[in-house]
């Protein structure tokens, strides 16, 4: 695929970009510029009114960009945020919604991710099994994970609300992550061992693997090649840092394990547990901080049920 077409695809399909409403990029210095202008080109080429802002970049996942940012935000139909850090769970991208704009955020995006993998996928069909996965998780009490390298967790989720996402932000206050794939829920309570191998978010690809232990919904213990380096990151944010944030479930079987977390997280039969701010997507914790780990080979139990989430992986684009 493409810049140019994956572009069109995400301004035309994936927010759905009608001429004459307003389409805001957010970037920075340290992502492509190519990518940034591609996404000006489509909207400009929907007959959208196109602005461009690039600021300087965040230290960190999960911390709010500058208030003028903030403001055109509010006041935008769409948002594209191609940026190295994510904004995805800041006040401004939530505050954003709650006005109606139609936001997706692409953190860590580079030309590879844009043109390949798992912006490549078949999202009509990737909807579909998300609804059946989202049917079966809707409603459960209990979600168990265990890996063979160890990973032994229970969360609870009761009455708690799993939310998806397909790459379809076509209605007003919608939000995704592009490329998208991943069904997620932010989790009552969570207690056990957590082994986390695929990746970690500030991290990138690990060659050994960290494992956390939770206690009461919080992370207690990090041990581990580079487990230091992660906890580092989480107690410069504060306390809250080391809640247990989130649950995901990657459903995209064209994306990869590339050390990008926005990917990442999307391949199909993954896991992803999440530290950190939850306050965006049903949580009660709000801390400038949102961490992933991928934990590959999981078995997952649903209220006792296999859900098989190995069937999800695989290859399926569309054409070029």
């Given amino acids: 695929m493409?810049?140019?077409?994956?572009?069109?695809?995400?301004?035309?399909?994936?927010?759905?970009?009608?001429?004459?409403?307003?389409?805001?990029?957010?970037?920075?210095?340290?992502?492509?510029?190519?990518?940034?202008?591609?996404?000006?080109?489509?909207?400009?080429?929907?007959?959208?009114?196109?602005?461009?802002?690039?600021?300087?970049?965040?230290?960190?996942?999960?911390?709010?960009?500058?208030?003028v940012v903030a403001e055109a935000m509010r006041s935008a139909d769409v948002i594209l945020a191609p940026t190295s850090k994510s904004i995805t769970h800041t006040k401004a991208r939530q505050n954003a919604c709650k006005m109606g704009a139609r936001a997706a955020t692409l953190p860590g995006i580079?030309?590879?991710?844009?043109?390949?993998?798992?912006?490549?996928?078949?999202?009509?069909?990737?909807?579909?099994?998300?609804?059946?996965?989202?049917?079966?998780?809707?409603?459960?009490?209990?979600?168990?994970?265990?890996?063979?390298?160890?990973?032994?967790?229970?969360?609870?989720?009761?009455?708690?609300?799993?939310?998806?996402?397909?790459?379809?932000?076509?209605?007003?206050?919608?939000?995704?992550?592009?490329?998208?794939?991943?069904?997620?829920?932010?989790?009552?309570?969570?207690?056990?061992i957590v082994v986390i191998d695929g990746a970690m978010g500030g991290l990138g690809l690990l060659d050994k693997p960290?494992?956390?232990?939770?206690?009461?919904?919080?992370?207690?213990?990090?041990?581990?090649?580079?487990?230091?380096?992660?906890?580092?990151?989480?107690?410069?944010?504060?306390?809250?840092?080391?809640?247990?944030?989130?649950?995901?479930?990657?459903i995209n079987p064209a994306a990869r394990l590339i050390g990008v977390i926005l990917e990442d997280e999307k391949v199909g039969g993954t896991v992803h547990m999440a530290l950190g701010d939850n306050s965006t997507f049903g949580g009660n914790v709000s801390v400038e901080l949102h961490l992933d780990g991928i934990i590959t080979g999981p078995k997952v139990y649903v209220d006792g049920v296999d859900l098989r989430v190995e069937r999800l992986a695989g290859s399926s684009s569309v054409d070029d």
């Avoid at 990029?25 to 996404?39: G, L, M, P, S």
């Avoid at 590879?112 to 990737?126: C, E, L, Q």
């Avoid at 989202?134 to 799993?162: K, M, N, S």
């Fill in 210 to 250: 960290i494992v956390i232990e939770v206690e009461n919904g919080n992370a207690v213990r990090f041990s581990g090649k580079r487990a230091d380096d992660l906890k580092t990151i989480i107690d410069r944010a504060g306390p809250d840092a080391r809640n247990v944030a989130e649950l995901g479930i990657g």
């Fill in 110 to 192: 580079t030309m590879d991710m844009m043109t390949s993998g798992g912006m490549t996928a078949d999202y009509g069909k990737m909807g579909a099994v998300a609804k059946e996965v989202f049917e079966a998780l809707d409603g459960a009490q209990e979600i168990r994970v265990t890996t063979e390298l160890g990973t032994d967790v229970v969360f609870d989720v009761e009455g708690c609300e799993w939310k998806d996402d397909t790459g379809n932000c076509t209605v007003p206050g919608s939000m995704s992550n592009l490329p998208a794939g991943e069904l997620f829920v932010a989790p009552a309570n969570v207690n056990g």
């Fill in 2 to 67: 493409t810049l140019k077409k994956s572009a069109d695809m995400i301004i035309r399909t994936c927010m759905g970009a009608k001429p004459g409403e307003s389409v805001l990029i957010v970037t920075d210095k340290c992502t492509d510029e190519r990518i940034a202008q591609a996404f000006f080109d489509a909207a400009v080429d929907a007959d959208c009114e196109a602005l461009l802002l690039t600021m300087k970049p965040r230290t960190q996942h999960g911390e709010e960009p500058p208030l």
